[in-house]
């Protein structure tokens, strides 16, 4: 009888566990489909520039293309993403370049020194400690580029290193 019960209750708490699995999978799919829907036309959100502390609102930029990176200055692949960037600085006059970073305040500034990103001057680096930002796009992959038309809509995304020719492309179409 004790061995019935027992094969009951194990029973019972396998089938509970796969019913929650199901539940919380179709709740992040529910949820990546709402913030995919709401990240077709560039979002409101305003963050503080890490350097000077002014705050920049998206609704405030120019009527040109949005390369939109999530970066970590600690990110091998970041850095990489960023060094293309400033090599072909000349053939994204016409783009606003958003960076958005959730790294403390200090390592965020001395990245922004140490790549002498001062030289593009169509790049504004915003701090996003609160993750608000981040969590409006739901990245979870670092970098993570969002590329926006001049209509503001979104022409294309990418999760990890991406070439710049590549970006390039989405960008002037």
């Not at 919380?24 to 503080?48: D, G």
């Not at 990176?69 to 990110?75: E, G, I, V």
């Not at 992959?141 to 926006?148: D, K, Q, T, V």
């Amino acid at each position: 009888m004790r061995k019935k019960v027992l094969q009951v209750l194990i029973y019972c708490i396998i089938v509970s566990l796969i019913l929650l699995l199901v539940i919380y999978s179709i709740s992040r799919i529910r949820e990546k489909k709402i913030v995919e829907e709401n990240i077709q036309t560039f979002p409101s959100f305003c963050a503080s520039s890490i350097i000077n502390n002014i705050e920049i609102c998206s609704d405030s930029l120019p009527n040109v293309p949005v390369l939109l990176m999530f970066m970590y200055p600690d990110c091998d692949f970041c850095q990489e993403e960023i060094n293309q960037l400033k090599k072909n600085q000349n053939k994204l006059q016409n783009i606003s370049i958003l960076l958005i970073t959730a790294a403390p305040q200090e390592q965020a500034e001395n990245f922004y020194i140490n790549q002498e990103l001062t030289q593009i001057t169509n790049l504004h680096f915003l701090s996003d400690t609160e993750m608000k930002i981040t969590e409006l796009f739901n990245v979870n992959i670092i970098p993570s580029i969002f590329l926006y038309d001049k209509n503001k809509k979104l022409t294309q995304n990418f999760k990890g290193e991406i070439k710049v020719e590549a970006l390039l492309k989405y960008l002037s179409e």
